[in-house]
Each structure stands twice: as C-alpha cells, then as structure tokens.
C-alpha cells in the first residue's frame, strides 16, 4: 500500500478524528472509506450523464429517420410482403 501526506485543515482533522472514534476506524481507513465513496458517487454521476446523452443521440437518429421515412405507408408494405409469401 502507498503512503502519501496531505494538507487538510484543523477544523476538518477534528471532524475526522470525532467520526474516527464513533466508526473506531483508523484516520487513514475513514479517509479511504470517504475516497472510495466518493469515487462511486462520481461514477454513478458519469454514468447518469452518458444515459442522459445516449438518449438524446437516439432521439436526434430517431427524428431524422422519421424525416426520411415521412409519408411510407409501413402498414401497407407489410401487407404486400405477407400476400407475397
């Protein structure tokens, strides 16, 4: 495991010395707890926004298909290939 060393600032290192004690966790397994629980949060965000832009690309094809499509009579069509059977 790596170590590092961070700045943060006292009223934040009381905070998590308080919440360290009520979890009996380590400051250094809190903080990976925070880390890794924000890291999935920001995932699930990401997430959500590739969802978001997915369905708008899918509306943009549908509506240009739709545009070339305009005035094919699809009922009729299905019709001609079942009597062609």
């Given at each position: 495991?790596?170590?590092?060393?961070?700045?943060i600032p006292?009223?934040?290192?009381?905070?998590?010395?308080?919440?360290?004690?009520?979890?009996?966790?380590?400051?250094?397994?809190?903080?990976?707890?925070?880390?890794n629980?924000?890291?999935?949060?920001?995932?699930?965000?990401?997430?959500?926004e590739?969802?978001?832009?997915?369905?708008?690309?899918?509306?943009?094809?549908?509506?240009?298909?739709g545009?070339?499509?305009?005035?094919?009579?699809?009922?009729?069509?299905?019709?001609?290939?079942?009597?062609?059977?």
């Amino acid at each position: 495991m790596s170590r590092i060393n961070i700045s943060i600032p006292d009223d934040t290192l009381k905070k998590l010395d308080r919440y360290r004690y009520l979890v009996n966790s380590t400051r250094s397994g809190l903080i990976r707890e925070a880390v890794n629980s924000y890291f999935a949060k920001l995932d699930s965000r990401i997430l959500e926004e590739r969802k978001r832009k997915a369905i708008k690309d899918i509306a943009k094809i549908r509506d240009r298909v739709g545009e070339e499509l305009k005035g094919w009579d699809s009922t009729g069509d299905i019709k001609k290939l079942r009597n062609e059977r």
